[in-house]
């Protein structure tokens, strides 16, 4: 639960701070809007895989499911949905076969 108030908190700043106290330079941090998606899931991406003990089964349907969400969002560019179906890869990949 702390991860995604730091997250969201994260999120906050790097929108809403730029405007309110810069808006002078607002156009120096127009590249946020932009890659803000590929930055969000590359912290979740390293979040998920340092896990507290190794196994190497779940690992494997880690790294699966983090496939799929580079695979559709590099065809679709859609944020949302390739965290989605990379997430349902995943639950569906743990509930099946672990």
Request: charged share 15%; glycine share 2%; net charge positive.
């Amino acid at each position: 639960m702390i991860e995604i108030l730091v997250a969201a908190f994260a999120n906050f700043l790097t929108r809403f701070l730029p405007i309110l106290f810069l808006k002078k330079h607002y156009k120096r941090f127009l590249f946020l809007k932009e890659d803000f998606p590929t930055v969000l899931l590359t912290i979740l991406t390293l979040y998920i895989l340092f896990p507290k003990e190794l196994d190497l089964q779940i690992l494997s349907y880690e790294l699966v499911a983090i496939v799929v969400t580079i695979v559709i969002h590099l065809l679709f560019r859609r944020f949302l949905l390739s965290i989605f179906l990379g997430s349902m890869v995943y639950i569906v990949l743990i509930n099946n076969f672990f």
